[in-house]
């Protein structure tokens, strides 16, 4: 069945939390929330924030982490409840995340028709050349291959050289009015709005050669 999670809203009080994390990797999480009454229980707001980071769990061919995590939220809220019977309210919400993609490895390599015919033989020997690969890193083939067994961490670092990317602005607003006409009828009026920004970029490959297909 559905899951349904709603946020508190604004009720009049006045109140807070704050919640700060850390972990393996450099992990570093704030949260905080307040909430605060306007004109006590008639007009009364909300605030929420947070944010985290952590270094990436592995590295790509050029040194740059891959899986780190770069988040920035603030959540807003107002509630207008100028009597028992009408209750007004007004959302707002943001979030900014500039991270690498995910990290990860080749784990298993198996040759066909263009890695004989064309990759390794045409395409590889220039990439090679350009980044000075050395044997057996010269072509593409099960030298790029990881697994727990192996290295354990190096699993999560990767030959690529291209950059991976997992960025996200995404804000939204909406106003919502409840209001109970009668005993047995109730209007309820959502107005809402959603923008999302997304730019990713991933080397599924894992190796200095995923460009050349």
């Known amino acids: 069945g559905a899951v349904a999670v709603y946020t508190r809203m604004p009720d009049g009080s006045f109140s807070g939390d704050v919640m700060m ?3 393996s990797y450099n992990r570093l999480e704030v949260n ?3 909430f605060f009454p306007i004109l006590g229980e008639e ?3 909300k605030i929420a924030a947070g944010g985290r980071e952590r270094d990436g769990l592995g590295e790509n061919f050029y040194g740059d982490d891959l899986g780190s995590q770069s988040q920035r939220t603030v959540r807003g809220a107002l509630r207008y409840k100028p009597n028992d019977s009408v209750q007004v309210y007004w959302l707002a919400d943001w979030m900014r995340q500039r991270q690498p993609g995910p990290a990860g490895s080749m784990v298993y390599f198996q040759a066909n028709g263009a890695t004989e015919g064309l990759i390794n033989p045409v395409l590889a020997p220039v990439v090679a050349a350009d980044l000075g690969l050395q044997p057996p890193y010269d072509t593409y ?3 790029y291959v990881k697994n727990v067994d192996d290295c354990n961490h190096c699993v999560y670092s990767n030959g ?3 950059e991976t990317r997992d960025w996200a602005e995404i804000w939204g607003t909406s106003l919502t009015v409840d209001w109970a006409l009668t005993s047995d009828v109730n209007f309820k009026s959502i107005t809402a709005y959603r923008n999302n920004d997304i730019d990713e970029a991933r080397a599924n490959g894992g190796t200095a050669y995923v460009h050349c297909w």
Do not use: H, K
């Open 43 to 45: 007009l009364s707001g």
């Open 21 to 23: 994390a850390t972990g």
């Open 141 to 143: 083939g099960p030298a």
């Open 32 to 34: 905080g929330v307040l």
């Open 160 to 162: 690529g050289n291209r």
